[in-house]
C-alpha cells in the first residue's frame, strides 16, 4: 500500500492538519481520544470533505482540491469499520456481509471462514435491532474484511466490546488480511498490545497547543518505535 495526504480541514481548536505516506501494508493509528483520529479517516473514506489538500491510495487520486476531484465514497474501494458500526437495520446479517461484495473468486469459502471465526454463523438471519454490541461489532469487522473490491480498509478501534477470546480471532483475521496483502490497513487503537503485534507503520495524531491537531508517520522508517508512545502508557 502506498498512502500520501498532505490536507487540512478547519482551523482554531479542534482543526486537522496531515501529512505522510504510508509505504505499508498496515499502519497503526494512535492519538488521544478527541485528537481527530476519526476524522482523519472519514476524509480518506469520502465521508468529509478537507478544506484543502491532496489524498492518494496505490497513486489514485480520492481528493485534489487544486483539481477539483473528490470522489465519492463508493468509487474509492475502502472498507470502513467507525465506532457507530454503520449496519443497515433493514437487512439481516448475511445479507449486511454480502453488501459490497462483488463477483470475488473466493466466494463461499472466504465467507464461511470469516463467519466462523468470528463466531457469527447462529446471527446470520437476524436484523441488526436484534444484535448487542459486541455482535454488531463483529458484524461490521466480518462485512469490511469480506468486502471486494477493496484497496484500504480504515477500521477504527474495531475490536471495542469484544471479549478476550473474540478479540483473539478477530486478531487473526486482520493480519491475515494483512499479510494477504491486497489491500492496505489503517487500525486505530489505544491498545499497545495490539499495536505492538500488527507491527507496520505507526501514524500518530496529537493535538498541539493551539488546538490543531497534526498527524505524522513515525519513525519516518515505517515501523513501530521499540518504545510506543507515552499515549500508550496507561494501556
Known amino acids: 500500500m502506498r498512502l500520501e495526504a498532505d490536507v487540512s480541514l478547519g482551523s482554531g481548536e479542534g482543526a486537522l492538519a496531515a501529512r505522510f505516506q504510508v509505504d505499508e501494508p498496515l499502519c497503526v493509528v494512535t492519538g488521544a481520544s478527541g485528537a481527530g483520529k476519526t476524522t482523519l479517516l472519514h476524509m480518506i473514506a469520502g465521508l468529509r470533505r478537507p ?31 467507525f465506532q457507530d458500526d454503520r449496519l443497515l437495520p433493514h437487512m439481516d446479517v448475511r445479507a449486511n456481509l454480502l453488501f459490497g461484495r462483488s ?36 458484524t461490521a469487522l466480518a462485512r469490511a474484511l469480506l ?28 493480519e491475515r488480511r ?9 487500525y486505530v487503537t489505544h491498545q499497545a498490545s495490539e499495536a505492538r503485534r500488527l507491527g507496520g507503520a505507526h501514524l500518530q495524531v496529537c493535538a ?17 518505535e521499540t518504545a510506543l508512545s507515552p499515549l500508550f502508557a496507561t494501556s
Open 51 to 81: 478544506d484543502r489538500g491532496i489524498i492518494r491510495l496505490n497513486g489514485t487520486t480520492l481528493f485534489d482540491s487544486a483539481a477539483g476531484i473528490d470522489l465519492a465514497p463508493e468509487r474509492r474501494a475502502i472498507a470502513c469499520v
Open 103 to 138: 463477483g470475488h473468486g473466493r466466494g463461499i469459502e472466504e465467507f464461511d471462514h470469516v463467519v466462523d471465526v468470528l463466531d457469527l454463523r447462529g446471527l446470520l438471519r437476524r436484523r441488526p435491532a436484534g444484535l448487542s454490541g459486541g455482535e454488531k461489532r463483529r
Open 147 to 174: 468486502q471486494r473490491p477493496a484497496r484500504l480498509l480504515l477500521l477504527d478501534e474495531p475490536l471495542t466490546g469484544l471479549d478476550p477470546a473474540r478479540r483473539e480471532a478477530a486478531l487473526g483475521l486482520v
Open 178 to 186: 494483512r499479510d494477504l496483502n491486497d489491500a492496505g490497513v489503517l
Open 208 to 224: 498541539g497547543d493551539s488546538g490543531l491537531a497534526r498527524a505524522q508517520v513515525r519513525p519516518a522508517a515505517g515501523a513501530v
